[in-house]
């Protein structure tokens, strides 16, 4: 995948490396921040932890005006009418308030938006969300189970209705890929659906989707919170080891903070996934080693 470019200026690092303006922090299947545009972090979002508190399935009416809610917030997404998206996910979060599929989707309304301090904050949810699923005690309640199952189908029939939507056909029509929203899907649900496959003894923290963490990662550098965006890129990495946009994003972050040889470890690791890295990062990298 290559990476694009972002035109944005007049960033609160706008005066750092005057000569990089261009390059851009990748997300899952699009660009979600420009790396001269870094932002402010959200406070970690708090969840009731494993033992405290037992996951309850709404009722059968509920989960569908929820699920509803949200099938319409992709659909927005798709087109990019952002605020429509986050006003449907919010309807969708009222009704059910475990949905980290929903908080997803609602950070990248307001990545859209440029609302990054209110992405961060959604995506956080997310990640705490399926940290809270698939924490010890969680994990013993067929509830718990059921509530992932339904998430992993919801996604599979939201993916299936955009490929099946005009705008897609359109593009397929004219031997264009599908588009980012359904690539993002669909990477995003592949490790969803691993996780729930492989029977394996998981931490919280692996099971959650590592196009969680470059998000999130993402957000936060657009809140100018490096150090934070750093880490949740390291954890995407940890998640998906060859995850060639979050080692892309941690070379970016490491030569902002100067650590160019880092930097350059990072970019080998992202091309050695088969991501192509920007030729003019790799001459910055080598121009401050």
């Known amino acids: 995948m290559a990476v694009g470019v ?7 690092t706008a005066g750092l490396f005057p000569a990089m303006r261009g390059f851009a922090i990748v997300g899952a299947a699009c660009i979600v921040a420009c790396w001269l545009s870094p932002h402010s ?11 405290q508190q037992s996951v309850e399935l709404p009722d059968p009416r509920a989960r569908e005006e929820a699920n509803r809610h949200h099938r319409q917030g992709w659909q927005y997404l798709s087109v990019e009418a952002w ?16 949905f980290p599929n929903a908080y997803y989707g609602l950070g990248k309304a307001h990545m859209g938006l440029r609302a990054y301090e209110k992405a961060a904050e959604a995506f ?30 919801e996604l599979r029939d939201i993916i299936r209705e955009l490929q099946n939507s005009r705008a897609n056909q359109n593009r397929a029509a004219q031997g264009m890929p599908q588009s980012r929203q359904v690539r993002d899907l669909q990477g995003y649900l592949r490790q969803i659906d691993d996780f729930e496959r492989s029977g394996r003894s998981l931490t919280p923290e692996m099971s959650v989707p590592a196009e969680v ?22 954890n995407a990495v940890k998640a998906k080891p060859d995850f060639g946009e979050a080692y892309n994003n941690l070379a970016v972050v490491c030569l902002l903070m100067g650590r160019a040889r880092e930097a350059d470890d990072f970019v080998k690791k992202a ?7 920007n030729p003019q990062l790799k001459d910055q990298i080598r121009a401050k080693s």
């Open 271 to 277: 091309e050695k996934s088969g991501f192509r890295v």
């Open 83 to 98: 605020e429509n998206a986050r006003d449907e996910f919010l309807k969708a979060i009222r009704i059910v308030k475990v």
């Open 124 to 153: 956080s949810m997310c990640r705490d969300q399926y940290t809270m699923l698939v924490g010890s005690e969680f994990t013993r309640q067929l509830a718990s189970r059921q509530h992932r199952q339904d998430q992993i189908q």
């Open 6 to 12: 972002c035109g944005l200026t007049g960033t609160p």
């Open 41 to 51: 972090a959200a406070a970690r979002v708090v969840v009731p932890s494993s033992g």
């Open 213 to 234: 963490y470059l998000s999130l990662g993402s957000a936060l550098f657009r809140s100018s919170k490096l150090k934070e965006a750093e880490a949740e890129y390291r």
